[in-house]
């Protein structure tokens, strides 16, 4: 896991109105994958799969064009169920798409696989249980969280409480804008970073409701955030690097262990792989992906930038699905 690593990818388009396929060659075999990395690329319209390898190296898997979203700001694996969620942040809208065999979307048709949501979506994300979703919504002078109850089948409808992801409760946040946001994978707290730099924990209680804890962190330049498998750590990207912070059970972080870890410039998505052995953080203007191995502690080792396509706003979400 902390052997250094190069990639290549040589891509031939195959055009289908959803998906495009990504043919790689490579003089060794990939290592068995263990989960999927998606990153969504805005100018395009599209969602690229890596599949993350036992190694923790990233393989394209496929290209797939979002048929329906217009800006994809950020995107959501449920974590239960096969399935994601990806926001349009131009339409104000929730698009659902079903995670099938080797990682591939297939999307869920329009009529029933979209919910409205308030303006501007810029952050999803899914409760441990598969049972809410937090809606980060930056609209100036009414930012705010908007919860959902999450459904199986991924279809996406404002009536039926069962089966549909249904609009139950709107936190407001006031002047601060949201940039990102996380749950906790032990379904007690959901974790918002805002435009002044600061993280703010929220527990979840009965119905997803959110509650302040009165615990926040302040981190100069942050971008998004991310939280282990087990719930024990904290990820942060920033303009200074990434940061770990402990997580008690109160849900508090801990002050910042170390020095941040340096990734390329423009650091703009963070996730941890299924394994909780690797970090990523993609980076908006140099065409990598910042790959680190997780020691003892939580604690960060650099090892080889992953090359990649140059993403613009590459948003990333990390799914165990394969």
């Known amino acids: 896991m902390i052997m250094t690593r190069t990639f290549t990818t040589a891509l031939a388009l195959v055009c289908t109105p959803l998906l495009v396929t990504a043919c790689g060659s490579s003089k060794t075999t990939p290592a068995p994958t263990v989960g999927h990395a ?10 690229y799969n890596y599949n993350i390898g036992s190694d923790g190296s990233l393989n394209l898997n496929t290209t797939q064009i979002l048929p329906f979203a217009s ?5 959501a694996v449920d974590p239960v169920n096969p399935q994601i969620f990806v926001t349009d942040t131009t339409r104000g809208f929730i698009y659902a798409y079903a995670i099938t065999s080797g990682g ?14 308030g303006s501007s979506p810029v952050a999803i994300a899914v409760d441990s249980s598969a049972q809410y979703a937090y809606v980060a919504n930056a609209v100036s002078g009414s930012n705010s969280i908007n919860e959902y109850l999450v459904g199986s089948t991924g279809v996406l409808s404002p ?23 996380v749950t906790d994978p032990r379904g007690q707290y959901v974790y918002v970073l805002t435009n ?15 509650t302040a804890t009165g615990s926040s962190t302040s981190i100069e330049g942050a971008s998004s955030l991310t939280i282990d498998p087990n719930g024990q750590y904290m990820y942060v990207a920033a303009s200074a690097g990434v940061y770990e912070y402990a997580i008690a059970t ?14 390329g410039t423009a650091p703009f998505a963070i996730g941890v792989d299924p394994t909780d052995e690797n970090v990523y953080v ?28 140059v993403l613009a706003l590459p948003a990333m979400a990390i799914s165990g699905h394969l």
């Not at 009536?159 to 946001?181: E, F, K, Q």
């Open 104 to 117: 591939v979307l297939s999307s869920i048709p329009l009529i029933t696989n979209t919910m409205p949501t």
């Open 159 to 181: 009536v039926d409480n069962s089966n549909y992801l249904v609009s139950v409760n709107t936190l407001s946040l006031g002047s601060a804008t949201p940039n990102a946001i």
């Open 282 to 309: 993609t980076n908006s203007t140099s065409g990598t992906t910042a790959h680190f191995t997780i020691g003892s502690g939580g604690v960060l080792t650099a090892q080889t930038a992953i090359s990649m396509p």
């Open 38 to 47: 998606y990153m969504v690329n805005i100018p395009n319209k599209s969602i």
């Open 250 to 263: 109160s849900g508090a972080l801990s002050s910042a262990i170390g020095s941040a870890a340096q990734t």
């Open 196 to 210: 002044n730099n600061t993280i703010t924990t929220y527990q979840i209680g009965t119905n997803g409701a959110l």
């Open 71 to 75: 800006y994809s700001f950020a995107i």
